[in-house]
C-alpha cells in the first residue's frame, strides 16, 4: 500500500504546520484576489477607455489638427492610416500590451523575476506577520500572483462587457443617460452576471496556483507537505492531506458564487 | 429656411463608410415639423434606418448638419442666442428625443417599472415615487398596468414593444423616432403596436417612423418619404406617394408591397 494509517499519525505530528499553511494560502488567495482585481479594473477601464490625444487635439485646435478628423473635403474620416492614429489610444495599447504579456509568460517565471529582481532592488523590511508569517517572502508572492491575475480578470471583465447587445447602450443613450450613467446602471449589473462564473473559476485557479509561491518560500500549504517530506520521506499521506485542504477551500469558493449567480438572474426566469 | 414650426433641420446629411465606398446616406435635406407624423419607407439597405439613426446621433454623420431645437448637434458647440459659445450636449437633446427600436431593447436586468423609471429618475432628477406614478398611468394608456413588476423576458414580443414606447415617452420627448418597430413581430403582435402608435399621432406627438407598414403610412402618416441608395427621392403626402408615384424607383418599390 502507498498510503499507510501509521504514517498519518506522524503527519499529525506537524499538525501545526498544516494549520499555519492553510492561513498563508488563504491570505495569499484574499489578497492576490484584492490587487488582482483592483487591477484588473483599472486595466479594464484603460482598454476601454476614450482616450484619443491625436483626436482631442483635432478638437481643440481644428485650424492645426482638424485633419486627424476630418479629410481635405470636411468629411469624417472612417478609414486609413490617419484615421487609426487619431484613434490610437495609448493607455489601451500600454494594458493591453501587460494583459498580453503576463498571459503569455509562464507564471513560475514572473513569480522569479518579482522575487529575485524587483525585490532584490527594493529591500523589503524583515518581519513576521502574526509571528509566523515571513513578509519578505509573502509580499513578492502576493504581488506577482496580484500581477498575474489582473491580466486574466481584466480579460474576463472586459469579454463581460463586449457581451452586452450594443442595443443596451443605444436604449440607455437614446434615453439620456450619459456613457457613465449607462456602464453603472445598464451594462455592468449585466456584464457581472455573465462573468461571474468565469471569476468564480479565476477565484479558484487563485487559491490553487498561490501553491506554486513555496517555490521562494512562503510557507502556505505546499511547504508543510515539503517540510514533512523533507523531514521523514513521507509523501503520500502529506499530500492527501493538502489535497483536502485545498479541496475544502475551492469547492466553498465555488459553490457561494454560484448562490450569487442565481440571485442575480432573477430576470432570466420566465 | 426653418419655418416657426420646424423641430428638426436636416441639411445634406451624409455617412459614408470606407472613404465614401459605401454611402448609406449620400445628402438628405428635410425639415420635420412639430405635429408632423413623418414615415419613411424604401427597399432594405436604402439607408432609412441609418437617417432616423443619425436623428439622434447613434450614427455620427459624415458631414451635413442637424440642427434641433436650433441646435446644430453635429458640432461640438454653438452659440446661444446671447451668442454666448456653449458646448453641444448630446445627452440633453437624446432626452428630447424618444427612441423606439427594432428590437425593443428593454433592459432585462429590471422590471418594467425600473425600466420606465430609471431615465427620469437618473437623468432628470425626478422625485421617484412621482416617477414610479406617472410610469404606471403610460402604462396602463397601454394596457400593462398589471405587468409594472415582471421582468421583459416574460412579455410578449407586442407587449414590449409597448413598454418601449412608453419608456420613451416616460421622458417628455418632444419628438419620437420609430426605428422599424413592428419588424421584429409576430404578425398578430402587429396591430396592438401600431393601434399604440396610431394615438400618439392623434395626440399630436412629432413622430418620424421607419416601417415597411404600408397600411400605416397611408392612413397615419402626414408625409412620406421615399428613400433608396442614401438618397431621398420622393416626398409627398401619403396620397400622392401611394395613388400618384413620379419617380420609377418608387413605382418598382410599390409594385412590389402593395
Known amino acids: 500500500m502507498f498510503v499507510q494509517m501509521k504514517n498519518f499519525s506522524v503527519v499529525a505530528t506537524y499538525a501545526q504546520m498544516f494549520q499555519e499553511g492553510l492561513v498563508v494560502t488563504i491570505l495569499l488567495s484574499l489578497f492576490t484576489v484584492l490587487i488582482g482585481f483592483v487591477l484588473a479594473l483599472i486595466l479594464a477601464v484603460m482598454r476601454m477607455s476614450s482616450f484619443q490625444p491625436f483626436l482631442w487635439l483635432a478638437h481643440v485646435f481644428p485650424g492645426v489638427f482638424g485633419f486627424f478628423e476630418r479629410d481635405g473635403s470636411g468629411m469624417k474620416r472612417d478609414s486609413g492610416f490617419v484615421y487609426h492614429l487619431g484613434r490610437f489610444n495609448p493607455l489601451s495599447f500600454l494594458a493591453t500590451a501587460y494583459v498580453e504579456i503576463l498571459r503569455s509568460t509562464p507564471i513560475l517565471v514572473q513569480i522569479f523575476i518579482i522575487y529575485y529582481g524587483v525585490f532584490t532592488v527594493i529591500k523589503l523590511p524583515n518581519f513576521n506577520m502574526f509571528g509566523f508569517i515571513r513578509f519578505s517572502r509573502f509580499f513578492p508572492g502576493v504581488v506577482a500572483l496580484g500581477m498575474n491575475s489582473g491580466a486574466y480578470l481584466c480579460e474576463i471583465i472586459r469579454a463581460g462587457i463586449q457581451s452586452i447587445d450594443g442595443g443596451q447602450s443605444e436604449a440607455a443613450r437614446s434615453l439620456g443617460l450619459r456613457q457613465t450613467q449607462n456602464l453603472r446602471y445598464i451594462i455592468f449589473p449585466q456584464a457581472l452576471k455573465n462573468i461571474l462564473p468565469a471569476i468564480a473559476n479565476e477565484f479558484v485557479v487563485i487559491i490553487k496556483e498561490s501553491a506554486i509561491t513555496w517555490t521562494i518560500g512562503v510557507q502556505d500549504i505546499m511547504s508543510a507537505v515539503n517540510a514533512v517530506k523533507g523531514a521523514t520521506s513521507i509523501i503520500m499521506e502529506p499530500l492527501l492531506v493538502a489535497t483536502a485542504l485545498y479541496f475544502c477551500l475551492c469547492f466553498p469558493t465555488s459553490k457561494i458564487i454560484a448562490y450569487f449567480e442565481r440571485r442575480m438572474s432573477r430576470g432570466d426566469k420566465r | ?258
Open chain 2, 1 to 258: 429656411m426653418a419655418t416657426r414650426d420646424s423641430l428638426i433641420q436636416v441639411t445634406d446629411l451624409k455617412k459614408h463608410y470606407n472613404r465614401g465606398a459605401i454611402k448609406a446616406l449620400d445628402g438628405v435635406t428635410v425639415d420635420i415639423n412639430r405635429g408632423d407624423v413623418m414615415v419613411v419607407i424604401g427597399p432594405s439597405g436604402s439607408g432609412k434606418s441609418t437617417f432616423l439613426r443619425s436623428l439622434n446621433l447613434l450614427e455620427d454623420p459624415t458631414s451635413g448638419s442637424i440642427v434641433f431645437d436650433g441646435v446644430d448637434i453635429t458640432k461640438r458647440k454653438y452659440k446661444d442666442p446671447q451668442g454666448k459659445v456653449v458646448k453641444v450636449n448630446i445627452d440633453e437633446h437624446r432626452q428630447k428625443m424618444g427612441m423606439v427600436f427594432q428590437h425593443f431593447n428593454l433592459f432585462p436586468h429590471m422590471t418594467i417599472l425600473d425600466n420606465m423609471t430609471l431615465a427620469p429618475v437618473k437623468v432628470k432628477g425626478a422625485d421617484k415615487a412621482a416617477a414610479e406614478e406617472k410610469a404606471l398611468a403610460l402604462l396602463d394608456r397601454v394596457g400593462l398596468k398589471d405587468r409594472a413588476a415582471a421582468y421583459p423576458i416574460q412579455l410578449s414580443g407586442g407587449q414590449k414593444q409597448r413598454v418601449a414606447i412608453v419608456r420613451a415617452l416616460a421622458m417628455e420627448p418632444e419628438v419620437m423616432l420609430f426605428d422599424e418597430p413592428t419588424s421584429a413581430l409576430d404578425p398578430e403582435m402587429v396591430g396592438e403596436v401600431l393601434d399604440v402608435m396610431k394615438g400618439l399621432a392623434q395626440e399630436g406627438m412629432t413622430m418620424v417612423v421607419v416601417t415597411h407598414e404600408m397600411g400605416f403610412a397611408r392612413e397615419v402618416g402626414n408625409r412620406v418619404l421615399f428613400m433608396a441608395d442614401g438618397l431621398l427621392l420622393e416626398e409627398g403626402s401619403p396620397k400622392e406617394i401611394f395613388e400618384m408615384p413620379q419617380h420609377p424607383r418608387l413605382k418598382d418599390f410599390l409594385s412590389k408591397v402593395l
